[in-house]
């Protein structure tokens, strides 16, 4: 019983859970959630390293946005990275980008003389080299170098600008190196802030134009960016199949890291509109929880350097809760953060519309959110509204109170968030009977309270309807249709039927007739007090049933019984031919012999001899190999029918063939010539 | 009717007095495809008792009586001294002919008989 009661509640749970996936992966900023997941993705293993340099890097730099700490593995990570930086010559620019940057995020003490080697090795790279990720190793190294404190200059910088620059193509993406012909987007990201490197690390200022023509280069990067239709914008790369493909996350991130180095080194804006940082970060955040260490890093870096930039710094609207309740006089709550949660400047949120399923628009008044400064809040009662249960769509927009922050950060127009109000239906006038035909004369009326089980007690036949009506409202008064309602019916043998609509066909009972349990279950995503109530008991007197109709289907669900062995089948052979008595047989095998003993007489009658036969030697032994020949061709037929197959037959016979023709031309010939001779004679 | 009793008699007394005539070699070549034919008629009646169950079998026995007594038949004609067309035929030859196709025959049949 208690199993039944949990029915609805389980099913209403799973249609809300259903109807709300959709709109919960809209974007949340980074929470507690993400900080577990990311220990989660970069587990160190034992000996306290995160895997290869790169990984350990990225492992290392994520908890360091996250403000993660583990006291205990930094002392064994910048061990790592120290080994590393311990022989710069022998070690490529790569490794020694990444120990590096893990010692400055870290903050390993490094002794000033490995730095001075590492930079000397780092700046030599720089004059040989020509590929893009070369230079920005190297130029990525001295600079987080020159961070932790050291000092570094890079001399002759506008020669390695104008290297990097070389690369560049004419939409804005740029080549790894001279000799290769595809241009790539996350190649772009690294050579951006590559650049940025260069400019920090120069001597000298580096020539405004060129800057000016990389600013044009971004602008036109930008052009590129993809996006999806809630408003999310991504980077991808133009081939999928190309050689290095990355991967939106990985390619996305690169140029949102290009990009904010660029900005923060450069003098003026960056022209960009701010609906496309917005749209980069809601991208990063819908990622939601991700789901590999390299997708976690570059979410993570990419939202840290979006949180503060010189472009846009962008800002999130979301819903702490998206199910209000009119019953516990909920108040909508929204929330305006920066992607890591931090304060926004001081802003103004108003409801603008709210729209019903169907796009219908049920308010068009613009509504002005309190703000709660404790809890950076903003929040509205609904009540006065009168919004009834449902589903709706809110649409927001946030104005900032200050015009000059219109430039540094992005807002994004309106902003359209969905929510579910639920609250109690009223059940009431619930009326069960049965009645003799479509009029509705009732027989007999029972009235039920829904509100609690009922122990009613009917009898029809075939010929009666059974009338079961009731009304639900909403808290506003207006009549609600739920989304589920189901009658269902219990035969004592366990029979169960179910209906949607209320009218039962007799045949679907499959003519049992006796005492059934009703039950009634009413349902929807928005009715708080959803329920199931057994209503009592109907006895049905159906008709017999005629011979073809269905039986009820068997209830005895033993899964042995159904897979059991069937029924043995015999395969009935051709009943063998009727062969005549063994006796009669032979009797007629010596009958056939009668006639060859016949004609054996005969020719002893007609004085058959054997004169004929040559006499001399040498003929004569002709005329008996001839006869023996025949007889062996006539044994061999003999052993063909009793034993052997065709060919070998044929092979003998072949053999005896030519033995024979040969033998008796001989013999022939000689007979002809004797006769011939007699003739003369 | 005596007349047709007694005709039949003196026809028959004339037929045998005349194939008294005939040489040896063609009285034996005859007694031969009496001989297979008598056999066939034996197998025939034996099937027509028990039925065709070995058709096969059948067919083989009674094709055989009946092919060599066809091949009897050619024998005599092409040997028979009298019969103008064969003249330049020897009859050893005649007879290497009745051999050989006989053995074909017999190949043939034993092949079916199965």
Known sequence: ????????????????AAAVTPFSSAVRRVSDAHRSAAAELFASSADGSFGDLESTYEAVRTFQILGVKDKSLTGKVCKFAA??????????????????????????????????????????????????LEFYYSVGGLLSIKVQGHNVVLSDAESTFHSIKALSQSDGRWR???????????????????????????????????????????????????????????FDEKHVDADEYKGPITTSASVVRGVSSFASVVSGKLNIPGEKILGLAKFFLGIGLPGSSKDCFNQIEALSFLENNRVFVPLILSLPSKVLSLTSKDQLKVEVTTVFGSAAPPLKVNLVQVLGSDSKVITSEKKELQYDRENNVHYLDIAPLKIDVGKYSLVFEISLQEVEQETAYATG???????????????????????????????????????????????????????????????????????QVFLKLKHESKVEHLFVDFLGLVEKFYYLSGRYDLELSVGDAVMENSFLRALGHLDLDLPEAPEKAPRPPAQAVDPFSKFGPKAEISHIFRAPEKRPPKELSLAFTGLTLLPFIGFLIGLMRLGVNFKNFPSLPGPAAFASLFHAGIGAVLLLYVLFWVKLDLFTTLKYLGFLGIFLVFVGHRTLSYLSSASAKQKTA | MPSATSDARVLIQSLSRAYAATPTNLKIID??????????????????????????????GVLSCIGTAVLAVCLRIQVNKDNKEFKDLPPERAFADFVLCNLVLHLVIMNFLG
């Not at chain 1, 190649?187 to 490197?197: K, Q, S």
């Not at chain 1, 400019?199 to 960016?225: Q, W």
């Open chain 2, 31 to 60: 007694l031969y495809v009496v001989f297979a034919v008598a056999t066939a008629l034996v197998q025939v009646a034996y099937m027509g008792l028990v039925g065709t169950f070995p058709f096969n079998s059948f067919l083989s």
């Open chain 1, 1 to 16: 019983m208690a199993g039944r009661r949990l029915a609805p509640a389980a099913l209403l749970i799973l249609f809300v």
């Open chain 1, 83 to 132: 080994e590393k930086l311990a022989s710069p010559a022998s070690s490529p620019a790569k490794d020694l980008f990444h120990a590096v940057r893990i010692s400055g995020a870290l903050g390993c003490s490094v002794d000033a003389g490995v730095y001075d080697g590492v930079v000397a090795r780092l700046k030599a790279v720089i004059k040989d080299t020509n590929s893009l």
């Open chain 1, 413 to 483: 127009g309106t902003n359209t968030e969905s929510v579910f109000i639920t609250g109690l239906i009223k059940v009431d006038k619930a009326e069960i009977g049965i009645s003799d035909n479509d009029a509705g004369t009732v027989e007999s009326v029972e009235k039920l309270d829904l509100l609690k089980d009922s122990k009613v007690s009917l009898s029809a036949n075939h010929l009666q309807k059974l009338r079961l009506s009731f009304q639900l409202t909403t808290p506003l008064g207006k009549t609600f249709k739920p989304h």
């Open chain 1, 176 to 234: 790894y190196d001279t000799n290769s012909a595809e241009s790539s987007t996350f190649a772009a990201g690294i050579a951006l802030e590559a650049l940025a490197g260069v400019v920090s690390l120069a001597d000298a200022e580096v020539d405004p134009s060129m800057i000016g023509v990389v600013k044009n280069d971004i602008v036109k990067l930008f052009d590129t960016i993809k996006s999806y239709d809630d408003g999310t914008f991504y």
